[in-house]
């Protein structure tokens, strides 16, 4: 009978710390959501504003193929300085309305200072 409780236990105890690394994974892995209303076809790429939680963007690259979204990832990664892997269309991918979801966990930046990043693009 012992061994029963002492089971019992052990499995209560790996699932207490299975929560405590899952509620620990939310905290290490966040994720930004930004809705991003695209232009595509553009002659250059380039920010246009950045209001009200909307990142109007202009892409060189034509909707066709998903060659947008494409240019879209690269265009952030490159102007946010934030890897093309952390950078992911979620929904709209077909839509001109999109929301963009950032990782920034293995990034060592904020939310704060990636929009700080997305403003000081505006002004150049």
């Known amino acids: 009978m012992t061994k ?3 089971s019992n236990s052990s499995k209560q ?8 690394i899952n509620n ?3 905290v290490d892995e966040p994720i930004i959501k ?6 595509p076809n553009s002659k250059e790429s380039s920010i246009v504003s950045f209001e009200d939680q909307i990142l109007s963007l202009r892409i060189s690259e034509p909707p066709i193929d998903g060659k947008a979204n494409i240019g879209v990832i690269e265009f952030l990664s490159k102007e946010l300085n934030i890897r093309k ?4 269309v979620g ?7 999109k929301s963009v979801e950032i990782d920034i966990s293995s ?3 904020t939310k704060d200072e990636l929009f700080e990043r997305i403003k000081s693009k505006l002004n150049n």
Request: aromatic share 0%; proline share 0%.
């Open 13 to 20: 105890q790996q699932q207490q710390q299975q929560i405590i």
């Open 34 to 39: 930004i809705n991003v209303n695209v232009h």
């Open 24 to 26: 620990n994974a939310k």
């Open 85 to 88: 892997s952390n950078i992911e």
């Open 91 to 97: 929904k709209g991918s077909k839509s001109r309305n």
């Open 107 to 109: 990034e060592n930046i």
């Open 4 to 6: 029963k409780g002492s």
